[in-house]
């Protein structure tokens, strides 16, 4: 949540969200897990992105090495971290193999 609040403060571009689940991009745009044990995260994501426009984007697992590398990181060193204007050093080596284009109309 903090980075969706973040992109919203820092940005006035539309709100690209990739992601390797299609259940989880499913239920940003309808209402399939509001009543299960993630509903109330999936209600606060959609409370952000009514304030933007909301792009949804399916990538393969294979191009989302970044986000696993950084839930990992959270995970080992039990904190949450932002980092504006550069990588961390342990995804730096990642981020040229899943920048992923995307082309906005």
Not at 46 to 57: D, K, N, T
Not at 59 to 77: D, P
């Amino acid at each position: 949540m903090q980075g969706m609040a973040l992109a919203l403060q820092h940005s006035s571009l539309p709100i690209v969200v990739q992601s390797d689940s299609s259940m989880a991009l499913a239920a940003m745009t309808g209402d399939s897990l509001s009543r299960s044990a993630y509903g109330h995260l999936v209600a606060e994501i959609r409370l952000h992105l009514e304030a933007r426009e909301f792009v949804p984007s399916k990538i393969k697992r294979e191009q989302n090495r970044v986000a696993h590398r950084l839930a990992l990181y959270s995970r080992t060193e039990s904190t949450t971290v932002v980092w504006l204007g550069r990588s961390p050093p342990c995804i730096e080596e990642l981020v040229p193999f899943d920048c992923n284009p995307m082309h906005m109309e």
